[in-house]
């Protein structure tokens, strides 16, 4: 068994590669993958915006996570057997000391800030919010969130994958080693 963390910033495509990684591997392989934001305590955490003083629910923070159920889910799918493949996806996949500890690949998805921002407006559009906003929250507070507490992430990865490209190269790299680890 391989067990791979994924992180990176908000729309940086961690989620993407992982889905790809799933696509590709899992036609031969039994995969598991956990999303971090599934454990997520939405609505529990709030900061106050550094310049404007607007207060935020403040999704960028690593105590958002629910450690508890979190850890669970990832120790019930390194339990099981059967799974050749455990992909861990998120914000903080590298952030948590103890999760790095049973990493065996750590992957970082790199994308600027300008281009998460556009992804980002692009999501969160889609459900209703305005392009206002969307910019305020992510001026105010969640670029900070990131220099703070994901990009000091990078320097745990084994790997960094360029987000802005959509190409299948890295991907393709990244099997390959996977495959490698678990023949």
Same mark, same amino acid.
């Given at each position: 068994?391989?067990?791979?963390?994924?992180?990176?910033?908000?729309c940086?495509?961690?989620?993407?590669?992982?889905?790809?990684?799933?696509?590709?591997?899992?036609a031969?392989?039994?995969?598991?993958?956990?999303?971090?934001?599934?454990?997520?305590?939405?609505?529990?955490?709030?900061?106050?915006?550094?310049?404007?003083?607007?207060?935020?629910?403040?999704?960028?923070?690593?105590?958002?996570?629910?450690l508890?159920?979190?850890?669970?889910?990832?120790?019930?799918?390194?339990?099981?057997?059967?799974?050749?493949?455990?992909?861990?996806?998120?914000l903080?996949?590298?952030?948590?000391?103890?999760?790095?500890?049973?990493?065996?690949?750590?992957?970082?998805?790199?994308?600027?800030?300008?281009?998460?921002? +556009? *992804?980002?407006?692009?999501?969160?559009?889609?459900?209703?919010?305005?392009? /206002?906003?969307?910019?305020?929250?992510? #001026? !105010? %507070?969640?670029? +900070? *969130?990131?220099?703070?507490?994901v990009?000091?992430?990078?320097?745990?990865? /084994?790997?960094?994958?360029?987000?802005? #490209? !959509? %190409?299948?190269?890295?991907?393709?790299?990244?099997?390959?080693?996977?495959?490698?680890?678990?023949?």
């Amino acid at each position: 068994m391989i067990i791979v963390g994924i992180g990176g910033g908000t729309c940086s495509g961690k989620t993407t590669l992982t889905g790809r990684l799933e696509k590709a591997l899992g036609a031969k392989y039994k995969v598991a993958v956990i999303n971090m934001d599934t454990y997520f305590r939405w609505m529990t955490l709030y900061t106050t915006a550094p310049f404007t003083g607007i207060e935020y629910v403040d999704h960028n923070h690593p105590n958002v996570v629910d450690l508890d159920k979190f850890y669970a889910a990832v120790e019930a799918a390194i339990s099981d057997t059967s799974n050749n493949v455990v992909l861990v996806e998120g914000l903080f996949a590298l952030y948590f000391g103890k999760l790095r500890e049973k990493l065996d690949l750590k992957i970082f998805v790199d994308l600027g800030s300008d281009q998460r921002l +556009y *992804r980002r407006l692009k999501r969160h559009m889609a459900h209703g919010e305005t392009m /206002d906003e969307v910019g305020s929250r992510y #001026l !105010d %507070t969640v670029r +900070y *969130r990131h220099d703070e507490f994901v990009e000091p992430t990078r320097w745990y990865a /084994d790997v960094i994958v360029n987000g802005s #490209l !959509d %190409t299948h190269k890295g991907t393709d790299i990244i099997i390959s080693h996977i495959e490698a680890r678990i023949l």
